[in-house]
C-alpha cells in the first residue's frame, strides 16, 4: 500500500462544496472517480480542508492510498484526463504513511476577494465577492486585530458547524486595497464553518462605516453568532494555502497555483 498526496486547484462555482453528497455534484467526488480509473481500484481520498459550495482552490492538498503502482506524473495527467475543466491535479507525489493531509497540516490560508465598485462586476462574477459601498480598509485592519491569537470564535461558526471545539488560533489577518479590489488574507491553525466567511461579514459593516472597529471584539467576545453580521458571499473565498511539517516535503503553495495571480491582475496595491 502506498500513500500518495496531490496539489489540487478548482473553480468551486459548479460544485456543492469539497465534500462528497448524494444527488449532487461535489469535487471529492469528480476528483475520487478520477484518480479510481488510473489506480483501477476504489480510490477515497482525505483532504486538507473541506471548502464550501461555490468556493474556490488554488492549493488544495489531499492524500490517498493505493496498492497502484504508477508514476507522479502518471497520477497527475491520467486524472486530469478525466477531470472537468474546472478541476486540475497540479502535482503529485509520494509520501510516508505519517502523513496525513488534514491532520499533518500546521495552518491554512484563505484568500477573500472583493470588487469594491459601485457597479457589480460581469466577467469576474463567479471568482469575486462584491460590495457597492466604499471600504476603508484601515478600520477593517485594525478590526480584524481583536482577532488575533487563540479565542472560542463561536460568533463565527455556522450553526451546522460539527467541530468539537470553537476554540482556534488566529495567526494573522492582512487586509489591503488593489485599485478596485479588496483583498482579506487570513491564516490560523484550522477554521470552523463559514468562519471566514462571517468574518467577512463583520468587517463589510466596519470597512463601510456601519459599525465601528471595536464592535469586531464585542462580536469576538459575546461567543453567540446572533451578534455578528451577514454570512459573505462564497464566491472570492479561495484556500490558498496548506503548510506542513518540512520533513513530509510538501511544495509550497508559493511554487504553485494561482493564488498571487488572483490579485496581481491590477497593477499593485494601492
Partial sequence: MHR?????????????????????????????????KVADHPVVVVCAGRT???VHATAQ????????ERSERAWVFGANTSLAP?????????????????RSALLRRYRYIIYNYPIRASLLRGQVSWYYRKLDCQKMSEAAQYWIGEHDFSSFRAAECQSKSPIRQMMSIQIQRMNDYVVVDLAANAFLH???????????MIGSGQKPPIWAKEVLFARDRREASITAPPNGLYLVAVEYPESFGIPKADEWGLGQVLVDLKHGAT
Fill in 4 to 36: 500518495i498526496a496531490l496539489g489540487i486547484e478548482y473553480d468551486g462555482s459548479c460544485f456543492r462544496g469539497w465534500q462528497r453528497q448524494a444527488f449532487v455534484s461535489s469535487v471529492q467526488e469528480v476528483v475520487e472517480k478520477a484518480l479510481s
Fill in 52 to 54: 464550501d459550495a461555490a
Fill in 61 to 68: 492538498v489531499v492524500h490517498f492510498d493505493t496498492i497502484a
Fill in 86 to 102: 474546472e478541476v486540475r491535479i497540479l502535482w503529485a507525489k509520494a509520501v510516508s504513511s505519517e502523513f496525513n493531509a488534514r
Fill in 194 to 204: 463559514h468562519m471566514v466567511r462571517n468574518m467577512v461579514g463583520v468587517l463589510l
